[in-house]
C-alpha cells in the first residue's frame, strides 16, 4: 500500500465543465502542466528527485492471513498522514496477480492488454482474465483526478509450479512487456505515467496512488474495504512529497521496498550500474544474452532514487541472491574501521565491495518478496525505525512511534533499529531472525576471507613486482637543469620548476596557502569564511575546468556527516580495475586492486605503468596535442582518447592512465577533469566502464576541489606529479623545516602528510553532502555547473 501526497480539492466522478471562454486555457494546461516534465524544464531537473515518507509494516509470524493485519495497516497508514470476476482462480501461490495503471484512452488500453497477453503466451503462461478495480475517485484533488489511470488487475498461470520459478518468470515477463508496450504505444524511455506495473507476483500485491492516506482505503474500497480481505502481511508507505513531483507511478512501495530517505549518491549509482548491464548474464534467469537484453535497463529513466533502488535490488532477488543478501550488499554496515566486528563478517562486506559500490545516503528501507519482510537502517543511522514483537506472534515496525495501538502487556519486545542493523521477518520458519545470526549466517555460506586472500590486489604488491629501475620517473618538461654553476642552488628549487609550473595555471597562492601546510604540516591551511573572487565564467582571468564546478552539500531532509566525530562511519578505500557479473558469487569477482585513497605517489605511478602482475596490464594514453590545432585539437583529441581507451579493453589491459607528461613548448595538454570525463561516459555508454580502471596522471589537480571532481567523474585514482615535485621543492628552497636533527624530511614523507591532509579534506567533502564512502562518491558527480552549457563541457562531463 502506498499514498503520495497531493493538494486536494473535492471533485465529483464527473468531470468538471468548462465555460467556452476558458476552453483554450483548459487546453493549454492539459498539453502543458498536467504531466511531471520529462526533461530538465526551467529550473526542474527530474535527475534530482528523490522520496521522502514514512514506511512501516505489520506481519504475522504464523504466516496465517489475518483482517486485524489489513485494518492495522491502514490505520497505521492514516497515522502517518503528517507529512467483478468472471473465471475461476487456482490454488493460492499458483497464480500471479498484476496490479496495471493503464491508459484511460481505450483504445490505448486495449493494446495494452493485447500485446501483454501476447508476450505472456510467447513466454507459455496462461491469462486467466482481467478484473477492473473498484474505485472510488470522489475524493481525489485535481492534479490526482486529471492523471488518474484506469485500474485493472490480470490473473495468469506460470509454466512452472515452483514459487522460485514463478517469481523470476514474472519479473521477465514485466520487463518485456514494458519493453514491448512502451514500443507499440510510442512511449519515449521515462514516458511510464501512461502505463505502469505496480506489481506482478504470485505473492504480493500491490495498492498505491497519489492519494492522501487516509483516501487509500476508500479509493480501493471494493478490495481494502472488504472484510473478507486478509493478508499475513503489509508494508505501508506514507510518503510526502518534499523535492518530488507526486504522480501515480512514483508512489511507494516499489514492488520490492519503501524507502524513507535519499540516495545521495544516485547518479553514480546509476551510471555504475548502467555500465554494468554489459556484463550481465544472470544465469539464475536461464536467459540467453540476446534475450537479457529485452530486460534492460535495470533502472528505468523515469523513476526517483527509491526506484531506481528497487529496479537494481529486484533484479539481484530475482537472479540468485536472498532478500536480505541483496539489502546488505547494496547498503552494508559501516565495516571498514570497525574493530570489534567479526572478521568473517567484516570479510563478507570487504567481498560485496569489490561487486558494488554502497548506494549511500539517510535511509530506512523496508522490503518483502513474500518469504522475507524486513527493514535496515543506513550505515549512519540517519533515519528512525522502530519495532514491537508481541507475545501472540504479531511484528510491527514503523518510523513513527504510536501508529497502531498495543497493549503494553501483550509486547513481548521492542525496540529501535541501529545504524546498519537488520529487522528479518522469516514467514517459511515463522520466527524474527536475529540481526547477529543473520549476518553470521551468510558470513560463513562461503569462504569470503581466502577469497580475498587469494584475489585481492594490494598496491605494494604491484610496486614490489617492478624492478626499482623501472620506477624512475621521466624528468617532467620545461624543468631547468641544476648545474654545478648555480651555487645558490636555484634551480633545485621552484625557480627550477617555472615553466611547467606556469604552464598548468599554478600561483605563488596556491603553493604557499595551499601547498605548503598540507606538505608541512598534513593538514588543510585554515582560513576566513567568504570567496569575493567573481565566478569563473565572469573572471578575466584564464580558470581551469575545476572551477566551472561547485561543490553541493545537504539540505533540507538531508543532514551531513560529522568527518570528525563521525569517523567510524567514514571510509577512503575502494576496490578498482574489471568487475565481474554482479549477480554471480565467485572467488574470481573480488580479483581487483585494493587502494586506501584516491591519490597515488609518483613511484607507484611508475609501477602501475609498467606493471605485468597476475594479469595486470596498463596502457597509458597521451592527452595532449599540438597547440596549432587549436580548439579543433581538442575535439580530435577527446575523440581519439575515447577511441583508445576503448582499444585498450579489447587488447585485455586492465587499466588505463590519462597521461599529460608528453607535455612541452609545442604540445598543450587537455583538462583532466575533460578527459577523464569524457572517457567514463564514453565506456559507460557502451557499458564497458566496468572492465577496466581509470588512473589520471595529470600536472593540473593540486587542491582537494580539483581531486573530488576528478573523482566525482570517474577517476579511480591520481597522480598530481607535478604538486609532489613542487613539494620537495619547497623544502629546497627552505619554506619546509628540517628535522630536529637537521635532517631534511624525505620525499616519501613529505607525500605522505600532503596525502593526508588531502584525503581528510576530500573525506569533508563527501562528509557535507552526506556521504560516507569514497567508493560511493566515485562518478557521482555531485557538482553544479556554473558557466558551462550542456553543448559543451555537457557533452563529456
Known amino acids: ?43 526542474y531537473d527530474p535527475s534530482f528527485d528523490k522520496d521522502s515518507c514514512g514506511v512501516g509494516f505489520v506481519a504475522e509470524l504464523s504466516g496465517e492471513g489475518s483482517r486485524k493485519t489489513v485494518t492495522d495497516a491502514l490505520e497505521m497508514l492514516i497515522r502517518m498522514s503528517h507529512r467483478d470476476v468472471g473465471f475461476e482462480l487456482p490454488s493460492p501461490g499458483e497464480y500471479a496477480v498484476g496490479m496495471f495503471f493503464l491508459p484511460t484512452s481505450e ?25 477492473s478495480v473498484p474505485t472510488d475517485n470522489s475524493g481525489l484533488g485535481k492534479s490526482a483526478l486529471q492523471t488518474e489511470p484506469v485500474v485493472e488487475q490480470v490473473f495468469l498461470t506460470p509454466t512452472s509450479r515452483s ?50 492516506p487516509n483516501q487509500l482505503k476508500e479509493y480501493y474500497y471494493g478490495d481494502l474495504g472488504n472484510e473478507r480481505f486478509t493478508s499475513y502481511m503489509a508494508l505501508i508507505h506514507s510518503r510526502f512529497s518534499t523535492n518530488t513531483f507526486p504522480s501515480w507511478d512514483r508512489a511507494q512501495p ?10 545521495n549518491t544516485l547518479r553514480g549509482n546509476v551510471n555504475w550500474m548502467k555500465a554494468r548491464e554489459g556484463l550481465l548474464k544472470c544465469k539464475e534467469l536461464g536467459l540467453s544474452r540476446d534475450e537479457m537484453k529485452k530486460l534492460l535497463p535495470i533502472v528505468d529513466a523515469s523513476s526517483s532514487d527509491s526506484g531506481a533502488f528497487d529496479g537494481v535490488l529486484e533484479l539481484l532477488v530475482r537472479a540468485g541472491r536472498s532478500l536480505p543478501e541483496a539489502v546488505m550488499m547494496m547498503i552494508p554496515e559501516a565495516w ?12 563478507l562486506y570487504e567481498y560485496f565491495s569489490a561487486l558494488m559500490e554502497p548506494w549511500d545516503g539517510p535511509a530506512l528501507i523496508s522490503f518483502t518478496d513474500g518469504r522475507y519482510l524486513g527493514a535496515t537502517l543506513d550505515r549512519n543511522g540517519l533515519r528512525p525505525g522502530r519495532f514491537y514483537i508481541t507475545h501472540n506472534g504479531r511484528v510491527i515496525m514503523a518510523s513513527e512511534v504510536g501508529v497502531v495501538d498495543i497493549p503494553p502487556e501483550e509486547v513481548c519486545r521492542k525496540g529501535r533499529l541501529n545504524p546498519g542493523m537488520m529487522l528479518l521477518v522469516d514467514f517459511e520458519k515463522h520466527v524474527v531472525v536475529d540481526d547477529e545470526a543473520l549476518k553470521l549466517q551468510y558470513s560463513l555460506a562461503r569462504p569470503y576471507g581466502e577469497w580475498l586472500k587469494r584475489q585481492k590486489i594490494e598496491l605494494k604488491d604491484i610496486v614490489e613486482s617492478v624492478h626499482e629501475s623501472d620506477t624512475v620517473p621521466p624528468a617532467i618538461a620545461g624543468v631547468v637543469p641544476a648545474s654545478s654553476d648555480d651555487e645558490d642552488m636555484e634551480n633545485m628549487g621552484i625557480h627550477g620548476l617555472l615553466t611547467p609550473l606556469k604552464a598548468f595555471g599554478y600561483t605563488v597562492e596556491a603553493l604557499e596557502m595551499l601547498l605548503l601546510p598540507m606538505a608541512k604540516d598534513g593538514i588543510e591551511a585554515l582560513g576566513s569564511m567568504g570567496n569575493d573572487a567573481p565566478l569563473a565564467v565572469m573572471s578575466n582571468r584564464e580558470k581551469l575546468t575545476f572551477e566551472y564546478f561547485k561543490q553541493m552539500f545537504a539540505q533540507v531532509t538531508n543532514p551531513p556527516i560529522d568527518p570528525i566525530r563521525e569517523k567510524i562511519v567514514t571510509s577512503m578505500e575502494c576496490m578498482i580495475g574489471p568487475e565481474g557479473d554482479l549477480t554471480e558469487t565467485t572467488e574470481e569477482q573480488c580479483h581487483r586492486l585494493s587502494l586506501k585513497g584516491s591519490l597515488l605517489s609518483i613511484e607507484e605511478m611508475e609501477a602501475i605503468k609498467k606493471m605485468n602482475y597476475r594479469g595486470w596490464s596498463s596502457k597509458v594514453i597521451d592527452i595532449t596535442y599540438s597547440k596549432d590545432r587549436g580548439r579543433k585539437g581538442l575535439e580530435e583529441t577527446l575523440d581519439r582518447i575515447c577511441s583508445e581507451a576503448q582499444d585498450a579493453i579489447k587488447e585485455g589491459c586492465t587499466t588505463i592512465v590519462l597521461s599529460d607528461r608528453a607535455f612541452s613548448s609545442k604540445c598543450v595538454a587537455v583538462s583532466s577533469l575533460l578527459a577523464v570525463g569524457a572517457v567514463h561516459h564514453y565506456l559507460v555508454k557502451r557499458l564497458e566502464r566496468t572492465r577496466i580502471g581509470l588512473i589520471v596522471e595529470s600536472a593540473e589537480p593540486r587542491e582537494v576541489h580539483h581531486f573530488c571532481t576528478l573523482v566525482g567523474f570517474g577517476a579511480d585514482a591520481i597522480c598530481p606529479y607535478l604538486a609532489l615535485e613542487a613539494i620537495w621543492r619547497l623544502q629546497v628552497d627552505g619554506k619546509i623545516p628540517p628535522k630536529a636533527s637537521g635532517e631534511f624530511h624525505s620525499k616519501d614523507e613529505l607525500v605522505k602528510k600532503y596525502f593526508k591532509a588531502s584525503n581528510y579534506g576530500m573525506m569533508k567533502v563527501l562528509a557535507k553532502m552526506g556521504i560516507s564512502t569514497l567508493a560511493s562518491y566515485k562518478g557521482a558527480q555531485i557538482f553544479e555547473a556554473v558557466g558551462l552549457s550542456s553543448g559543451s563541457g555537457g557533452e563529456v562531463l
Open 1 to 43: 500500500m502506498s499514498v503520495a501526497s497531493s493538494s486536494v480539492l473535492q471533485t465529483r466522478n464527473h468531470p468538471v465543465t468548462v465555460p467556452a471562454e476558458h476552453r483554450s486555457l483548459e487546453s493549454w494546461f492539459d498539453r502543458h502542466c498536467r504531466r511531471v516534465p520529462e526533461k530538465p524544464l526551467g529550473l
Open 107 to 131: 483504445y490505448r488500453r486495449e493494446q495494452s492488454k493485447i500485446i501483454f497477453t501476447k508476450v505472456a503466451e510467447s513466454l507459455g503462461h496462461t491469462v486467466l482474465g482481467w478484473r
Open 163 to 212: 514459487k522460485a520459478d514463478f517469481e523470476q518468470q514474472m519479473y521477465i515477463l514485466r520487463r518485456v512487456s514494458m519493453v514491448a508496450i512502451r514500443a507499440a504505444l510510442h512511449l519515449q524511455p521515462g514516458g511510464v505515467r501512461d502505463f505502469y506495473i505496480c506489481s506482478l507476483s504470485s505473492r504480493t500485491v500491490v495498492y498505491k496512488g497519489q492519494l492522501k
Open 254 to 263: 516499489m514492488r520490492v521496498l519503501g524507502h524513507n530517505g535519499e540516495i
Open 336 to 347: 571498514q574501521n570497525d574493530k570489534n566486528m567479526d572478521p568473517h563478517r567484516k570479510a
